[in-house]
């Protein structure tokens, strides 16, 4: 299988861990990955302006006639509203007015569904079976959004992987909650409080980790989470990982090559939990 790859911003940036532990999944997976040559913002959930945020994901989309794939749920919301709007004939052409290249239309996946469908199929990859680990699945908000793929009021594609990784999928409340990083900046307190929230929800539910598809969610809960804790003066310590390296783990694939060094709350003695189970089945 080949893909056409957007890494999107942050994965070049303070998200790295998501673009190293995607490349090394989807390399385990043999799964081709052609990054886009010339790429550039998806536009973001800044870009108020509609049509210009549309002609920024066009010219992304332009560049190929490969599915494109991309692991950020952000990215992954922007390139799919574009392509919807870019069905409408006249959008397109005033689009396609000021493009090199004639956007032609595009397929939209998240590494997520990908990684799914393939595991799905053959699951003999899976060396490390994530046997008895807790995991809760935090959506956010933008996987599920525009609709069509995946349900906003009951998602349960990341609980459907977990169980394949043979770990348990913990239900929590607040699964589809916005993690608070949109006002994180104008409202920074009515932010942390809302990643408490979460992150207090998950831990009462038992898990050992928290998976994210999206680098907003992976900031207010995990790179935040130590001063939440601060704040309202109750330990977490809750790993977060990108989805990625929960499958990379059962996959065999190192911290190094998932980017664990790079989580503010070390997955290190989860990660050790998870062989020391093994190694008494």
């Known amino acids: 299988m080949k893909l056409a790859y957007y890494p999107g911003c942050v994965s070049l940036s303070t998200g790295k861990e998501m673009d190293r532990s995607t490349r090394a999944v989807f390399s385990s997976l043999e799964i081709e990955l052609e990054e886009l040559e010339d790429w550039n913002c998806c536009g973001a959930t800044h870009v108020s302006n509609e049509m210009v945020a549309t ?46 290249k004639e956007y032609k239309g595009a397929k939209i996946r998240h590494a997520l569904d990908v990684i799914l469908e393939v595991l799905e199929k053959d699951d003999q990859g899976i060396v490390v079976p994530l046997k008895e680990l807790k995991v809760a699945a935090y959506y956010g908000c933008l996987l599920s959004r525009p609709p069509g793929v995946y349900s906003p009021e009951y998602p349960v594609v990341l609980e459907k992987l977990i169980r394949i990784l043979q770990a348990d999928a913990v239900d929590f409340r607040r699964k589809t909650f ?21 992150l207090k929800d998950a831990k009462e539910a038992g898990a050992e980790v928290i998976i994210t598809v999206c680098p907003l969610c992976q900031f207010m809960l995990d790179t935040k989470q130590r001063s939440v804790e601060q704040r309202y003066g109750e330990e977490i310590g809750i790993p977060v990982l990108y989805v990625t390296q929960l499958v990379g783990i059962a996959l065999g694939l190192g911290p190094d090559d998932l980017g664990m060094d790079m989580n503010s709350v070390s997955p290190m003695p989860m990660m050790e939990r998870i062989y020391q189970r093994m190694a008494e089945q």
């Open 178 to 198: 916005c993690c608070g990083g949109p006002i994180f900046m104008p409202k920074e307190e009515a932010a942390n409080e809302t990643a408490y929230r979460i």
């Open 55 to 100: 002609g920024l994901a066009a010219r992304n989309m332009s560049q190929t006639e490969l599915d494109i794939v991309t692991s950020c749920s952000i990215c992954y919301s922007n390139l799919r509203a574009a392509a919807m709007k870019l069905e409408d004939v006249e959008i397109r052409a005033k689009v396609n007015a000021v493009l090199e």
